[in-house]
């Protein structure tokens, strides 16, 4: 195994210190834990609070800031946080209006998450959540009952971060969140697995020839294995089970993610992009906005995967906000 670390055990460690040291106006680490919030505190708004293994970089700490989220919470890589430690987040993140946790709908997380919400209402915190599940690759998996949140959580950081920087109470905010995992969908793929510091080998192995179609964001294969073939055509396939679902038709306007995993090249996302767009054109979809790059990774594995948003006027407004993050600027 090749990877610039130090020791295995201190990796997620030495990560959020290193970010801190990078990104000190935008996020603090809470003493002792595994946890990142803002820098500036969150007094006085809602707080989004979301989190999961780590592996999946900028996700989750790189969205913590302006427009998106008050607190991030790293668990070991693949693994989830515990309850104690989404527990501090809740505390640290709350400005006195309530916190919304973002989930993805893995087990330990949906189980973990829940704990530390029933252990913050005994502390007279009010808590709610949401639960993400955009994968259309598969409706259960290994780690999960339902389908499994991938890169569209990135959506629901964004608008209903938005809602909350804007004043919006706890109600509000998660009925955005809500509206975000109805109209959200994504399928992803890879061409290599990812290498998990600690097992020191491929999560799966491919042929040189062979691609894994339907991959999760924690090394998981996928619903199929093929030979490799052009971007074009793989793209299809993922927007063909994506506009399976039917929530997409002609004359819909939809923001488009094109989300690396984190070993593949800018290059070949933008190639990739630029057969999204013609496809979604020829079927009459308006695309409102369009981002390509790493933002639910799954550490070193080669691929990519896409996501549709389903927009109205409230959800462009909300994703047009400014937001200002280590990992998300926009204005």
């Known amino acids: 195994m090749k990877k610039l670390i130090n020791e295995v055990d201190n990796v997620v460690n030495e990560m959020l210190d290193g970010m801190v040291a990078a990104c000190p ?17 969150s007094e006085g708004k809602v707080a ?34 515990t309850p104690d430690q989404v527990f501090e ?3 640290a993140a709350n400005g006195g209006k309530g916190v919304l946790l973002v989930i993805k709908n893995y087990t330990g997380d949906v189980m973990n998450f829940e704990m530390a919400a029933d252990m913050a209402r005994d502390e007279g915190i009010e808590v709610d959540q949401v639960v993400v599940a955009d994968d259309v690759a598969v409706e259960n998996s290994t780690w999960t009952t339902g389908r499994r949140g991938i890169a569209g959580t990135i959506f629901v950081h964004k608008l209903a971060g938005a809602c909350a920087e804007a004043g919006g109470d706890l109600a509000a905010v998660k009925a955005v969140a809500e509206k975000v995992i109805a109209n959200v969908r994504s399928m992803g793929m890879a061409i290599d697995a990812c290498t998990v510091p600690a097992a020191g080998k491929k999560s799966f192995d491919l042929a ?15 619903t ?97 906000a400014p937001a200002d993050t280590p990992a998300f600027v926009q204005f």
Request: glycine residues 16%; aromatic residues 4%.
């Open 25 to 41: 106006k935008y996020v603090k680490r809470l003493p002792g834990l595994e946890v990142l919030v803002r820098a500036g505190g």
């Open 48 to 81: 989004l609070v979301s989190g999961g293994g780590s592996g999946h970089e900028p996700s989750h700490g790189g969205f913590v800031g302006k427009g998106m989220l008050d607190g991030a919470v790293a668990g070991a890589v693949f693994t989830s946080p």
């Open 89 to 91: 987040a809740i505390k």
């Open 208 to 222: 040189e020839d062979e691609i894994e179609i339907g991959i999760g964001i924690h090394g998981e294969p996928g």
């Open 224 to 320: 199929h294995r093929e030979k490799i073939s052009t971007v074009n055509g793989i793209s299809d396939q993922l927007l063909d089970k994506i506009l399976a679902e039917g929530i997409y038709n002609a004359g819909d306007e939809v923001c488009v993610l094109v989300n690396g995993m984190g070993g593949t090249p800018l290059m070949e996302l933008y190639v990739a992009n630029n057969h999204v767009k013609d496809v979604l054109a020829e079927k009459g979809i308006k695309i409102y906005k369009t981002i390509v790059g790493n933002y639910m990774t799954s550490l070193d594995m080669e691929g990519f995967s896409i996501t549709l948003l389903k927009l109205d006027d409230e959800m462009k407004k909300l994703l047009d």
